[in-house]
């Protein structure tokens, strides 16, 4: 038997880790937009924490 939950949680950390792990050319961005993508990735890592995890969701919105 598949338990549904853990197969949307593995689901839903799968593309939080695919986007986590999107390279970015760091040094060429301003500091305010390294420090708007470091709390996309940490919104991104805190995922499972939220009450909804992991059919309900809100995905953090990707910096510019």
Not at 31 to 50: A, H, M, P, V
């Amino acid at each position: 038997e598949i338990s549904l939950g853990l197969v949307g949680s593995e689901m839903c950390i799968r593309d939080r880790d695919l986007m986590v792990s999107n390279a970015l050319r760091w040094a060429e961005l301003t500091e305010d937009k390294q420090e708007e993508w470091k709390q996309y990735r940490t919104d991104l890592l805190n995922l499972s924490d939220q009450a909804g995890f992991p059919h309900n969701v809100i995905w953090p919105t990707k910096p510019e």
